[in-house]
């Protein structure tokens, strides 16, 4: 085995870490700034400027693998951008996630992402030329939207919007929440997910549709805030939508297919989310340490004092162990596709949250009354880091389908065959 990146990660993870170090680090304090001033759900025109930089200088897209291609669309679509491995976008997420904005600066920022891999993967040749180019381009963002505030959404099954064909249109009707992004003024569409048949079999009774949304009847109810934090200028709303029509054209893939089109777009998420994860986790550890090496309790610095000692090196151990847990996921994920990796996609996506919470946690202690304030950004850290423990499904569910895996292992054929198909077919909540 050997650790370490390929000359290609390599060459993609300078080439990212010299744009950070030349121009989104200097920026942050104009960010705040500009995030601070005004209204709440606005454009923050540092991130406009930046993303013209970043675009100019080819660190753009970087976020859809090479196996991009249609699955069930033959047209002549081209996804503009460098079609990187799993493990290659793994080295890079890791790098975006040490500034909460980076991951817009390169068009890399959920849940565009996950929403361009569905209409590039799923999308007829007519909702790519209204909806994804203008996303890879950045000049729109775009929202998903599952959950619901009136059922446990962490099973997808239980989802009730309805999605009824009237001639021409469908109509929607329901509510959903934690819907990210609706609050942007460029947000213009969004994913849909909700029944079209719910008297067909359990997992065909779902579709996801494109829902525009300035059409008639979509109202955003209100923000939702995170341990306080309203998340401007992304965010996240409870959206309501009442007997709201689009066309049929705007159908995903077909009747029926919402929980192929959630499997198919899950595995990469949770990468991404993962690889960020590791990046704000080693921010913290880094603020804590220095934090530490500074203050000066009880005759010597706190740095010294040997329960530090044992907790930086419990978050150094914790931190190298969950890197190379996801980079073994991202590689089968390139290598035997996501369906085999699942059992690895679910253990990465327990261990990074969990991980990074204790190490953010820790830095608070360090930094006393200051860790909880304002002044450096681990309060809120925390509070986002928190959401990843729920987001694309909670860990109850991935540890689930991790032990349904592990006791298929040791069981007979027949048990085997049935935790595999149930760990395959089920679809945790995602936002």
């Not at 793994?90 to 390169?106: D, K, M, N, P, T």
């Not at 959206?239 to 995903?252: G, H, K, Q, Y």
């Amino acid at each position: 085995m050997i650790f370490e990146h390929s000359d290609e990660t390599k060459h993609w993870v300078a080439r990212v870490e010299a744009f950070m170090a030349e121009h989104i680090i200097p920026a942050i304090p104009v960010y705040q700034q500009q995030d601070a001033e005004g209204e709440r759900w606005k454009v923050i025109p540092v991130v406009e400027e930046l993303k013209a930089k970043a675009k100019a200088a080819g660190l753009w897209n970087m976020f859809m693998p090479p196996s991009h291609g249609a699955a069930h669309v033959d047209d002549t679509f081209e996804f503009d951008g460098p079609g990187l491995s799993n493990v290659t976008y793994a080295a890079i997420a890791e790098i975006l996630g040490r500034v909460g904005f980076a991951s817009e600066v390169f068009n890399c920022s959920a849940p565009d992402t996950g929403n361009m891999e569905v209409l590039m993967r799923y999308g007829t040749l007519a909702q790519k030329e209204k909806w994804l180019r203008p996303l890879m381009n950045g000049e729109i963002r775009s929202a998903f939207l599952m959950t619901e505030p009136a059922v446990a959404s962490s099973d997808a099954t239980n989802i009730q919007t309805s999605i009824v064909r009237d001639g021409d249109e469908y109509v929607i009707n329901g509510t959903k929440w934690w819907s990210s992004g609706v609050g942007d003024p460029r947000c213009k569409v969004a994913i849909v997910m909700g029944k079209t048949d719910p008297s067909s079999k359990t997992y065909t009774q779902q579709s996801q549709i494109l829902m525009p949304l300035d059409a008639k009847g979509v109202t955003l109810v209100r923000p939702l805030h995170v341990f306080g934090y309203d998340d401007a200028p992304h965010g996240h709303f409870e959206v309501r939508m009442e007997n709201v029509r689009v066309p049929v054209d705007n159908l995903i893939l077909r009747e029926g297919a919402g929980f192929e089109i959630a499997q198919g777009r899950l595995g990469p998420g949770r990468i991404h989310h993962c690889m960020r994860t590791i990046g704000v986790a080693e921010v913290a550890l880094e603020k804590m340490c220095k934090r530490l090496m500074t203050r000066v309790a009880f005759g010597k610095t706190v740095a010294e004092h040997s329960i530090w000692e044992q907790r930086i090196a419990r978050a150094r151990i914790d931190l190298e162990m969950t890197r190379l847990l996801c980079l073994k996921a991202a590689y089968m994920m390139d290598t035997v596709g996501n369906k085999v990796a699942r059992a690895e996609i679910a253990m990465i996506k327990v261990q990074a949250p969990t991980m990074a919470l204790q190490i953010i946690d820790d830095a608070i202690q360090a930094h006393g009354g200051g860790g909880v304030s304002q002044d450096f950004g681990l309060a809120q850290a925390y509070a986002h880091q928190r959401t990843l423990r729920l987001a694309d499904g909670p860990d109850e569910v991935h540890n689930r389908t991790i032990a349904r895996l592990e006791l298929g292992r040791h069981a007979g054929s027949a048990m085997k065959e049935k935790a595999e198909a149930e760990a395959a077919l089920h679809v945790p909540g995602i936002r």
